[in-house]
């Protein structure tokens, strides 16, 4: 079989949730599936270690999709022929884009749709695009990849697909979680904090990230508490939250807030295995990766009762409203002050991973490329 990929998102040190997803699956797929061709069809020069195994073709499709012209350009121009060319029998899409010019049968994975319910988090431009072309692409599917249950329901009843036409692939936790040698707190401590315990936040900081939310409760933290803690932000900064901004730039306790940015995997394992807990109030999650993360490094997460958080949570999350400051700031004053406590959600969030797996995922997606293969042979 001839399964042509969309992979323009795999970039080097450059994965975030979605290429994240892309990279732990294609790599288990390309292995799974040794006598299939895989076309990997990239925006950009491919990295030599995205190119999984021997059964796999990188071709390089024009031009960049870069804004919503040319992601139409691509899709609707550029992928059909390339479709067309390699003679696929299959187009799996990892990141939700589909081209409505072709026949040839195609799986989106439409990781959640966030852009309905709170178009406000994001550009003009990209809130009018996904919120035209997405609706199609889920119509245009011959079946539907998503990553929670909460997804499946909220993709079926807002965009009308049936619910047996969309299956369930979770993400997981990367290697690294397992294979990363412990280092002692105290050293990334010294380096991060000044030695001083901190809170956790990872993720690319944005509005539908709540950064107003974390800043609200942990000023609220540090004036209940009077503990020297401080905040890390680890990830990229966004910020498309004016009124965040402003409450950051009148921050009492603002210089107790840490942004490190864009950090390797190894080191994001180490800055969550010493940190005291994690905060994860988002307003919106199709999933929440970063719950996973925390549990596999072993510390407890406050997270907002929204979306899939729950889902992927379980009982091993402490939940809040994602508005509830007073409450987020009291959850954290909790784990400070009980140890106990702590230690309980610590071992739920061990049982509460057990539940995920790449390579369960990976089989999921599999049993769906062959049966929509198959389907399609017989028409």
């Known amino acids: 079989m001839n399964i042509a990929v969309n992979t323009r998102v795999l970039i080097k040190d450059k994965l975030e949730g979605i290429g994240k997803f892309k990279f732990e699956i294609l790599r288990r797929l390309v292995l799974l599936r040794p006598d299939d061709t895989f076309f990997f069809i990239f925006d950009h020069t491919p990295h030599p270690e995205f190119l999984f195994a021997p059964n796999v073709i990188p071709v390089r499709a024009f031009p960049p999709s870069k804004s919503p012209l040319l992601l139409d350009i691509y899709f609707e121009l550029a992928i059909p022929r390339i479709l067309r060319k390699v003679k696929a029998d299959v187009f799996f899409s990892p990141d939700g884009y589909l081209s409505l010019r072709t026949n040839v049968p195609s799986i989106p994975v439409i990781h959640d749709i966030n852009f309905v319910h709170h178009p406000a988090f994001l550009p003009p431009k990209w809130r009018k695009y996904y919120n035209s072309h997405f609706p199609k692409f889920a119509c245009k599917a011959a079946h539907i990849i998503t990553v929670s249950d909460f997804c499946k329901q909220d993709i079926s009843?807002?965009?009308?697909?049936?619910?047996?036409?969309?299956?369930?692939?979770?993400?997981?936790?990367?290697?690294?979680?397992?294979?990363?040698?412990?280092?002692?707190?105290?050293i990334i401590m010294a380096q991060y904090t000044g030695g001083k315990d901190y809170f956790v936040f990872v993720g690319a900081m944005h509005a539908r990230k709540n950064p107003l939310g974390m800043f609200r409760a942990f000023e609220g933290f540090k004036s209940k508490s009077k503990r020297d803690f401080k905040l890390l932000i680890v990830g990229e900064k966004k910020w498309s939250?004016?009124?965040?901004?402003?409450?950051?730039?009148?921050?009492?306790?603002?210089?107790?807030?840490?942004?490190?940015?864009?950090?390797?995997?190894?080191?994001k394992v180490h800055l969550l295995r010493s940190a005291t807990a994690m905060l994860f109030i988002s307003k919106f999650e199709g999933f929440g990766v970063p719950i996973l993360e925390a549990f596999a490094a072993g510390i407890p997460v406050i997270a907002a009762r929204n979306s899939a958080m729950p889902e992927v949570g379980g009982d091993a999350c402490l939940y809040a409203d994602a508005d509830d400051n007073e409450k987020v700031a009291d959850l954290m004053i909790q784990l400070c002050l009980q140890p106990e406590l702590r230690l309980s959600q610590i071992e739920k969030g061990k049982l509460q991973l057990e539940k995920f797996s790449w390579d369960r995922s990976t089989s999921i997606i599999s049993e769906v490329i062959t049966k929509v293969a198959e389907q399609h042979a017989k028409e």
């Open 157 to 186: 009843q807002t965009f009308q697909i049936p619910i047996e036409k969309i299956s369930i692939a979770e993400n997981s936790i990367s290697d690294e979680f397992t294979t990363t040698d412990v280092v002692d707190k105290e």
């Open 241 to 267: 939250d004016p009124e965040a901004e402003k409450f950051f730039a009148s921050m009492a306790h603002q210089k107790d807030i840490i942004f490190t940015g864009r950090v390797s995997e190894v080191e």
